[in-house]
């Protein structure tokens, strides 16, 4: 039991590393996010001001992401960066489903193995800011990570 539980342990500090997250003890508490949120308004391009350690950005600058729509409504996300050793650019691609029962509830895949990422808007107004939180629950334990980003038309 004691080896099941030090693995376990050790899982769930592994997993939010990798996903970028910081652990803690619990599940994931159903937060309100933005109210009457519109999709088609946060389209475009935002810059990330804070966040939590986030190991795919290890090195990068300047890094932003850029949301357009895709043919099926799901949203493309064009996560990008410069490495700060070398000055070349760095990009990942990824496609985000709205929630259907709240769309500030986005779902956000890279990879075709990986699971779906919560990316919940928080607040926004839409053309300075926004505030995102996601949250996995892992058994006993949670992962979550909280960021700001601002808007490109401001930078």
Not at 13 to 23: E, G, K, Y
Not at 65 to 89: E, F, M, Q
């Amino acid at each position: 039991m004691k080896n099941y539980l030090v693995s376990t342990i050790f899982f769930v500090i592994c997993v939010s590393l990798a996903t970028c997250q910081v652990p803690r003890w619990g599940s994931c508490p159903d937060i309100p996010v933005k109210q009457n949120f519109d999709a088609d308004r946060y389209l475009g391009k935002w810059y990330e001001n804070e966040n939590f350690f986030f190991i795919a950005e290890i090195g990068l600058k300047c890094i932003s992401a850029n949301y357009s729509l895709n043919s099926d409504g799901s949203i493309k996300v064009l996560n990008a960066g410069i490495n700060a050793r070398t000055g070349r650019p760095s990009e990942s691609v990824g496609r985000a489903t709205i929630g259907e029962k709240e769309p500030a509830k986005l779902s956000v895949k890279f990879s075709r193995f990986q699971p779906a990422g919560a990316y919940w808007v928080l607040d926004t107004d839409y053309d300075t800011y926004s505030l995102v939180w996601s949250c996995s629950d892992f058994y006993f334990a949670r992962a979550g990570t909280v960021l700001t980003m601002s808007s490109a038309q401001n930078m």
